[in-house]
């Protein structure tokens, strides 16, 4: 079974900084591509980031780039979001997610979310 569990989320002004961790096992990380996404009060959901599991090669919304790392730590089998000179426009509700492709439509496990509130 595929378990993902984020934490990190929180507020912070315009400017800021925060890091998002997505716990998951040995197996996700060796079998799955992780990836991030947010959805926003009346907004679409949003993928932000993703890193394939074979090679770490990475993708990166347009809105995001230049802003957001996505990194992987197989010894702690997590996979980070640092996010800097973080936006209003970036809160959101955070969720990491598990799929064959990235980036993918198809997603096959999610985990609960983490909340992030930016403020100007």
């Known amino acids: 079974q595929v378990a993902l569990v984020e934490s990190g989320g929180g507020s912070v002004q315009a400017g800021g900084s925060l890091r998002l961790s997505c716990a998951t096992s040995?197996?996700?990380?060796?079998?799955?591509?992780i990836g991030w996404f947010r959805q926003a009060p009346g907004k679409e959901r949003e993928g932000v980031s993703c890193?394939?599991?074979?090679?770490?090669?990475?993708y990166y919304a347009d809105s995001v780039k230049g802003r957001f790392t996505i990194s992987r730590d197989n010894a702690k089998y997590t996979v980070n979001l640092q996010m800097n000179s973080l936006k209003p426009e970036d809160t959101a509700f955070y969720y990491c997610?598990?799929?064959?492709?990235?980036?993918?439509?198809?997603?096959?496990?999610w985990g609960l979310g983490t909340q992030v509130t930016v403020s100007s």
């Open positions: 997610a598990a799929a064959v492709l990235c980036p993918s439509e198809d997603y096959d496990y």
């Open positions: 040995e197996f996700t990380l060796d079998n799955y591509a």
């Open positions: 890193i394939r599991n074979n090679d770490d090669s990475t």
